[in-house]
């Protein structure tokens, strides 16, 4: 009778046998052809005349005369002679219109000028931060300002939204051995002009048990995790206006330089009141890596730290109230606008893609606009923020609150723009 022969890998330890599961699914997903050490590729679609009419704000006649006249970059024709816009050819355009119409380049050209200050805010803590994160850099990026978004989560959340899920991270950076590699070679550009990426992956678990490491050997004394994160954003300080962190762990080395590094917070919030008291618990962590961070000697301030109500439903009395007593405990650092709970940003969600890649039919025109305005009137707010701190007057709440009243107009005037 012929023996039989067992499988080579009935023998394995525990270890041997996840190792080789990793191997195995790591040479299916080659073999099928996934992007494993490069992005999944991307493109962003095009934009209709009267929708970068809306995002430049200025007619779209005008932007139809400047492409007769053959000013600004040649918009692509479809069908009927309708134009067209890729977010490249926006930014030309905002480089055009600053240079013809000097008096208002601040407008079309926001990026900050010498002296002003980079700005780096923190998504720090709470529900759909990082939603928050992903349409604050794209609709900044839309505005016309160089950003660079830094995923901090080893889970890679946002990265995964722009197609990466294993090209480096902030340990590259960080870590603390000879093969530290320059903040440059980390950034990674993403289908949005104007807008790069530190991709977040597993590998910056190793920071914080490195750290931890070193924070018990050195007698409990602060390392220099959190300064390792300012030195890195220093490196590309001249290429950038601002830079969004996003998915720092709540406890820990990583989610220390976050708050170190940043000039501004934000912290989201849900209006329930287990969301609530969570809230409060963060913000007493919060303020513990903060008195670490000054205990060492090192001091600072922020610029800002605001609160956002997301997930919110207006129609809802219970939340209503809610938000009525956020605002009476928080004042003025509660942002007026807020995120609506919508089904427009979960099917976009769901695709790995944000309402600015999709066109309205993808999600139904109505729900679209509607979320639409209110992400939009979020990053409005933080734009103003940030050009307060650049001494700069508020301009973005009061065109976000024009594109608003505009309403059905407008939706009509995108279906017979050309």
């Given at each position: 009778m012929p023996q039989t022969v067992s499988p080579p890998y009935e023998k394995e330890i525990t270890s041997e046998r996840i190792w080789r599961h990793g191997k195995g699914l790591l040479g299916h997903s080659r073999v099928r052809g996934a992007a494993i050490n490069c992005p999944e590729a991307r493109t962003l679609r095009s934009f209709s005349l009267a929708e970068v009419a809306e995002i430049l704000s200025v007619s779209g006649s005008y932007l139809r005369q400047l492409s007769i006249d053959g000013l600004g970059p040649t918009p692509e024709l479809g069908t009927a002679g309708r134009r067209s816009y890729t977010l490249r050819q926006i930014n030309e355009l905002r480089t055009y219109l600053a240079s013809a119409r000097p008096k208002e380049a601040l407008k079309f050209s926001p990026r900050r000028r010498e002296g002003e200050k980079r700005?780096?805010?923190?998504v720090a803590y709470g529900p759909a931060r990082t939603t928050t994160a992903l349409y604050l850099v794209q609709g900044l990026a839309f505005q016309g300002f160089r950003v660079l978004a830094v995923d901090l989560n080893p889970e890679g959340s946002l990265s995964k939204m722009f197609g990466y899920f294993s090209n480096g991270s902030m340990y590259g950076v960080l870590r603390y051995d000879d093969d530290r590699a320059?903040?440059?070679?980390?950034?990674?550009?993403?289908?949005?002009?104007?807008?790069?990426?530190?991709?977040?992956?597993?590998?910056?678990?190793?920071?914080?048990?490195?750290?931890?490491?070193?924070?018990?050997?050195?007698?409990?004394?602060?390392?220099d995790a959190s300064m390792r994160m300012v030195s890195a954003i220093e490196e590309v300080e001249v290429d950038y206006d601002v830079v969004v962190i996003a998915g720092a762990p709540l406890c820990?080395?990583?989610?220390?330089?976050?708050?170190?590094?940043?000039?501004?917070?934000?912290?989201?919030?849900?209006?329930?009141?287990?969301?609530?008291?969570s809230t409060a618990m963060f913000l007493h962590i919060f303020s513990h890596s903060i008195f670490q961070i000054e205990k060492s000697g090192r001091s600072f301030s922020y610029d800002f730290t605001k609160f956002l109500v997301t997930r919110h439903d207006p129609r809802d009395v219970p939340k209503q109230e809610t938000v009525a007593l956020l605002r009476d405990a928080l004042g003025d650092d509660l942002l007026n606008a807020s995120v609506w709970e919508s089904d427009a940003i979960r099917q976009a969600w769901l695709q790995e893609r944000s309402l600015y890649e999709l066109s309205a039919g993808a999600v139904g025109r109505s729900a679209y606009e509607q979320a639409m305005e209110t992400l939009n009137s979020v990053n409005a707010e933080i734009m103003d923020l940030i050009?307060?701190?650049?001494?700069?007057?508020?301009?973005?709440?009061s065109q976000a609150s024009r594109s608003t009243t505009a309403g059905k107009t407008k939706s009509r005037s995108r279906r017979l723009s050309k």
């Open positions: 700005q780096i805010i923190s320059s903040m440059r070679h980390v950034i990674q550009p993403t289908h949005f002009d104007g807008l790069d990426l530190v991709p977040g992956t597993i590998e910056l678990g190793r920071f914080e048990e490195e750290s931890s490491r070193r924070y018990h050997s050195e007698g409990l004394r602060y390392p820990g080395f990583l989610g220390a330089g976050a708050f170190e590094a940043a000039t501004g917070v934000l912290v989201t919030v849900r209006p329930q009141l287990t969301d609530i008291a050009c307060k701190v650049w001494g700069r007057p508020p301009i973005y709440v």
